[in-house]
């Protein structure tokens, strides 16, 4: 049974850092395009951000600079860090991974939709 697990979540000021963590099991991060989105109006989410098991990788330009996909094969764990935060950065944030090999990763989704895993979600709140 594939269960991702994020953390790392709080709130800053702006201009602060958090890094989130995903810490997945029943599924092989260094095997695995995974990503992270975030929480839009109207139960939907965007895509910010994505690594591939090939290490390519995808930022939304809107924070293209400031925040940063990695993963820890050891540990089996994805991460987002987040630096140079905006209040408009406040979001839910979801970790997410595929249910198969031929997923597609669009720009927009319905947040926990069962095409995909989904975490629990972790909120980041950036206050003015």
């Known amino acids: 049974e594939v269960d991702l697990v994020e953390s790392g979540g709080g709130s800053v000021q702006a201009g602060g850092s958090l890094t989130l963590s995903c810490a997945a099991s029943?599924?092989?991060?260094?095997?695995?395009?995974m990503g992270w989105y975030r929480q839009t109006p109207g139960d939907q989410c965007e895509l910010v951000s994505r690594?591939?098991?090939?290490?390519?990788?995808y930022t939304k330009d809107s924070v293209k600079g400031r925040f940063a996909i990695s993963r820890d094969n050891a540990k089996n764990t994805l991460y987002l860090q987040m630096n140079s935060l905006k209040p408009e950065d406040t979001r839910v944030y979801f970790c997410?991974?595929?249910?198969?090999?031929?997923?597609?990763?669009?720009?927009?989704?319905?947040?926990?939709?069962?095409?995909?895993?989904w975490g629990q979600g972790t909120q980041g709140t950036v206050s003015s």
């Open positions: 029943g599924l092989t991060v260094a095997d695995s395009t």
């Open positions: 997410v991974a595929p249910r198969s090999r031929d997923d597609t990763w669009t720009i927009w989704a319905v947040c926990g939709n069962r095409l995909r895993y």
């Open positions: 690594y591939s098991s090939d290490a390519i990788t």
